[in-house]
Every structure is written in structure tokens, then in C-alpha cells.
């Protein structure tokens, strides 16, 4: 069984140990970070109030993935969407969406958005298998919004 619990600094080296170049850190969070990551990059980005960092454990507590919640008005903004590379491609990241997407719920969003790299496609993939669909417009080629009325 798969449940969420907020993150804490330990699991920071965990969530690092899975981006291991700079395409890597890319795809987790677009240019906002800068290569190499580091603990304090990662964890200054949830100082304020409206950000909360997620990981998703399976029943031995065994971190599995993770993921960050920005509330705004009634949207949730997912970001940081990430699984264990050694775990991918069975059903976690689809599982990790589907548990953000209700935490967003619980939160008061009426609406899940996000940005994805536009050449992302596991991402891409596992964001419409949920739901999401591609909004029109935006200025940038590289980048896909996404959106989910809940
Ligand atoms: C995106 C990510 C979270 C998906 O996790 P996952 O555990 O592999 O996903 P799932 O096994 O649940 O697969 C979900 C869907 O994606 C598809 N998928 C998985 N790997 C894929 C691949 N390499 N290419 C195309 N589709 C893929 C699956 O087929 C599935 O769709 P389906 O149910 O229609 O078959 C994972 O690849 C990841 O951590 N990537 C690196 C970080 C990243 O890119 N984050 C996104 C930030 S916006």
C-alpha cells in the first residue's frame, strides 16, 4: 500500500541520489535549478507557506517518489514530480499522481496545473493517463501546461 507523508530534510539526499546529470535535474524541475543540485537549492524552495513537499512510501516506509504542492487561489501547481529511477515503469508515477491530485483535494484546489518538459514523454504520458490535458497557447516550445478540473 502507497501513502504520502510531507518530507523532511532526510529525504532531500534521497530525492538527489536519482538525478544524476544535469538532463536529469532538467526534467525534475526545468531551469529553475542549477546544476549540481544541492540539499540547500532543493530545500529553499519550500521556505514559503504555500509550497509543501510530498514523498510517496510504500508499507516498509521505503521512499518510492516525490513530488511539491503550490496552492494558489483555488489551483494546486504540481512540481518536482519524481520516482525512483530503479522503480519506474510500474505503475508508480501514475500512483504518485493520483495521491497528489487528491492531496491537492484536501487542500481546497479545484484545479491541478502543472508544466512539463515538452519532449518528456514518460511525464507526458503519466499526466494524461490521470487526467491532465494540454492547454493552448503559452510562449514557450519547450514547455507543455497541463491542467486537471477537479
Ligand atoms: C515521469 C515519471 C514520474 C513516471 O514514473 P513511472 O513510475 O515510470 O510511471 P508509470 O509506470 O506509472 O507509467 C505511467 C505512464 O507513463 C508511461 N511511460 C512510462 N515510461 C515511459 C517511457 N519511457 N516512454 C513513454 N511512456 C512511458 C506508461 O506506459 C504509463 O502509461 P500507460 O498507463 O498509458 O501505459 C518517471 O519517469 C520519472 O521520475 N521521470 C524523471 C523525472 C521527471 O521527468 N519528472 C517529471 C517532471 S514534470
Known sequence: MLSLRERVDADIATVMSWIPDERALYLFTGPRLVWPLT????AAMTVTSEISAWVMVDDESL????????LADDTARIGRVIVDPAERGRGYGGALVSL???????LGARRVALNVIADNAPAIAT????GFRQLPG?????????????
Open 100 to 106: 497528489a491530485v487528491e492531496r491537492a483535494r484536501s
Open 39 to 42: 540539499v540547500d537549492q532543493l
Open 127 to 130: 499526466y494524461e493517463q490521470a
Open 63 to 70: 521512499v518510492i517518489g516525490h513530488f511539491d504542492l503550490t
Open 138 to 150: 503559452g510562449d514557450r516550445p519547450d514547455v507543455r501546461s497541463m491542467a486537471l478540473t477537479l
